[in-house]
């Protein structure tokens, strides 16, 4: 199994960031995945999840700014990113799962939210 992320970076205030995590060595169409950020030393947060049939559940600090989504023949989840905030500055990591407890996630791209 292997999940890698990318498109974090640097962002201003209100900005906006677009995440990709490339999954393979699993069956993709048929698994939950799942985006969840944490900071150095602080406890995991989860994001958003998005199940094999297309729902989706976000959390609600980012409900209305963020959205994910997924495209099965690429095994790719996304994490559209809208008005950012500071408080969004984290490592944002996909996974294999709606929910926490993840058995496996990817090493995480750094989201930075800063004028």
């Known amino acids: 199994v292997q999940l890698v992320e990318s498109g974090g970076g640097l962002v201003q205030p209100g900005g906006s960031l677009r995440l990709s995590c490339v999954a393979s060595?699993?069956?993709?169409?048929?698994?939950?995945m799942s985006w969840f950020r944490q900071v150095p030393g602080k406890d995991v947060e989860w994001v958003s999840g998005?199940?094999?049939?297309?729902?989706?559940e976000y959390s609600g600090t980012v409900k209305g700014r963020f959205t994910i989504s997924r495209d099965n023949p690429k095994m790719t989840v996304y994490l559209q990113m809208n008005s950012l905030k500071p408080e969004d500055t984290s490592v944002y990591h996909c996974?294999?799962?709606?929910?926490?407890?993840?058995?496996?996630w990817g090493q995480g791209t750094q989201v930075t939210v800063s004028s």
């Open positions: 060595g699993f069956t993709f169409s048929f698994s939950a």
């Open positions: 996974a294999i799962g709606s929910t926490p407890p993840y058995q496996y």
């Open positions: 998005i199940y094999a049939d297309g729902r989706t």
